[in-house]
Structures are given as C-alpha cells and as structure tokens.
DNA sequence: GTCTATAGCCAGATAGAC
DNA sequence: GTCTATCTGGCTATAGAC
C-alpha cells in the first residue's frame, strides 16, 4: 500500500500516542499472546517477551505498566472485537434463524483468525485483576445476551424448538469457542467445512 | 464409619503408602485444584496449597516430588476417569444414537462432579512436562476417538445424518465441555435439565 | 509427617544514562 | 525508545531436627 504523497501528516486523532508506538504496542502484544497461548501466562517472563520483539525486558515498560496490563488488552481486543463486529449482523435483514446463521459463520471465522488470542482469553482470564477480568466480561456477557435474544425471538417466530435459550445459547457458543483449541493450521475451506458441519448440526440435528 | 475391631492390620494391597498417606494425598490434591482453578496454576505457591490443608509448604515435599506433579496427578485422574466409567456404556447394549446418549448424560454429570479438576485440566495443561501432557492427552485423544466411533457406527446404520463424524465428535464435546465454565453452584435438576436440553439440540436440531 | 531455616534462583519492576 | 544495572521480593525445593 503506498503512502499519502501530499504533505498532509497522518495526524493521530484516535488516541495520545503516535503511529510509530501503536506499532510497537501491537507487536508486543501479538508476541505476548503467542508465548501466553503456548507456555501460559504464569510460565512466561517480560524477558521472553521482550526478546521474541527483540528489545530488552525494561524496555517493555515503556509501553505497558504491567504484565498483567498486556494481557489485559490481549484479552479486552479479542473479547470486544466479535461485539464490534458480529452483533450487527443480528441488526440485518432477515429471520432470525437467517441472521444467527449469518453471526455463527463470522464468530467461527474469527475465531480463527484471532485463534491465539481467543485461546489466551479463554484459559488466563484467572491472571486478571478482579476490574479488568470485570471490563472483559461485560462484553462477553453481553455478546451472550444477545446471542440469546435472537435465540429466543427465533423461538417466537415458530422457526426454533422451544427450549431454555440461555442453555442454547451457551451451548452453542461453547461449541464455537472450542473450535480455537484444535483449528490450527487448517485452510479456508477447511474452516468453511467447520462452519456448514456445526449449522447443520445445530439447525437440523444428527437425526435425518 | 467405625475401625476393624480384630487385630488384623488393614493391609495396602494397592500401593506402597498407607491409607493415611493416601488420604493426606488426595485432600492436598482437592485443595490445589481448588486454588488453580480460581487463581491459575502459575499464581499459586507451595503455601497457599499447604495453608489450604493446614499445614506448611515444606511438607508438601514428603507427599509429592513438585508442584507439576500436584497438576499432573489433577490432570491424570480426570482425564481418565471418564474413559473408564464413561466409554464402558458404549459397549451396552441398544442402538448407537442410544449409547451415544448414554454416554453423553454420564459426560455431563461427571463434569459436575468433577466441576473444578476439569476446570483445571482444560486450562493449565500448559504448564505440564512434555511427558505428562503427552500421557494425559492420549487418555483424551482415546475418549475422543470412541466418541466418533461411534458417531460413525450411527450414520452407517442410518441413525444419522451423514457428516464429518470428527467434526461432529469435536463440536459435541467441545459443547459439552464448556457446561464445567458455567455450571457452579447448579442443583441435581439443573444439570439434568442440561443434559436433555443438549441432547435434544444435538440428536433433533433447533429446528422444530 | 511435619516442622524451621534457608539455599538458590528468577521474576517483575525501577532508576537513570544515552 | 531502548539500554544497563539493579533492587526487592517471591518462588520452588532441600536439609535436617523432632
């Protein structure tokens, strides 16, 4: 992508920090949820951190105030992002069997390509502070309570079996969200296969 | 339960320590998967597992070699336990949509009993030893594949819609699995409730 | 089987130069 | 923004008395 060639500076109007930092921190962070995602957090030094960035440890510190700060945003992106994303499609046109369909698809697409983010949210969330894993919640549960809501106006309109849809709702994202902890490495299509399998599954049942 | 009033001595014949041994072991096991699960493995000391069972950090050390082997032990035991209290009523008589579904409410329920041992297994297996991860994974790995099995046995009689029966294994444990994250505190009903909404998802679909 | 005492190490975080 | 140097405190694990 070329750059800007006037001599317009790219101001920074989202936030206090520069682009040349902004860098930095998503570097930081996506070498962070790497390491967290396959050695755990616990077992995991700023040292190594650092170095899969290739600075040394104290350097860190000019970025974030903590480790624990780090998994925080790891956490708080991966968490937000499907909320940012994926609700509006329960906004589209369409029944609401066709628009959770829409939302299952990008949920197991993202999934996979924020895979070792979702797996650091999914087993560190006990490393959190009780405001931070708090904050990370919020969207969770809302994510949730929306996931539901389609669920049961599905239910309404005659389209859905009538059951508890908050235990549909957390059965089905459960279903999803494990797709993060065996997903590695498969192609397009492959996730595409996931996607129909698990539709049809939970549309129309293992029974022909 | 009152002591054998003869002379005899209550001989081990299962293993080389002694039932108060044993006891000691599995009340410092209990407590420190407690501790794991709500605070994770890695910010958890010998202390706090010893103050746990009153007594101090050192003692620990006459009962287990480390700390890894606290979480192995966790690990181990429910990972297996399903395999050999579970897989049994594969082997029952009935049809496999039927076995299946046995196995799928025994699955559930263990889950609950073992609420917080498999809490601890889904999210700190990345702090064992490359051995002991590999040793309880081929416990998992052997569940998971008579689970398909089976699966597979059901499409070929016709019980069964045809579908990746691996898909289908991965997504239905995977949806199981997840009940251990949000089933704290629920009462015997609640948990059957679980169970039949599940199965009736999974064997039915949403759709009526 | 549990204790006290402590070895030995490594972590997160800070200070201040460049 | 990154460095070197270091503080401080925690941890796992061991030694050896009782």
Request: with cysteine.
């Amino acid at each position: 992508m070329a750059e800007p060639t006037d001599g317009a500076e790219p101001a920074n109007r989202t936030g206090s920090r520069t682009e040349r930092s902004r860098g930095r921190r998503a570097e930081i962070v996506t070498a962070a949820a790497q390491t967290f995602a396959t050695r755990g957090y616990g077992n995991v030094g700023m040292r190594d951190i650092a170095e899969a960035v290739g600075i040394r440890g104290a350097s860190l510190y000019h970025h974030f105030s903590s480790k624990e700060e780090i998994l925080y945003e790891i956490c708080l992106a991966v968490t937000r992002e499907p909320v940012e994303e994926n609700l509006p499609l329960l906004d589209a046109a369409g029944t609401p069997a066709e628009r959770l369909a829409g939302l299952l698809q990008a949920h197991i697409r993202q999934l996979r390509r924020r895979r070792v983010e979702h797996l650091v949210a999914l087993h560190e969330r006990t490393s959190l502070t009780e405001e931070h894993l708090a904050e990370v919640d919020r969207y969770r549960q809302y994510y949730h309570r929306r996931v539901r809501d389609v669920i049961a106006a599905g239910m309404r309109a005659g389209e859905f079996r009538e059951l508890d849809p908050k235990l549909v709702a957390l059965g089905m994202l459960d279903m999803l969200n494990g797709v993060s902890g065996w997903i590695r490495g498969a192609s397009d299509d492959d996730v595409e296969d996931v996607a129909d399998t698990y539709l049809r599954m939970l549309f129309d049942g293992l029974r022909p």
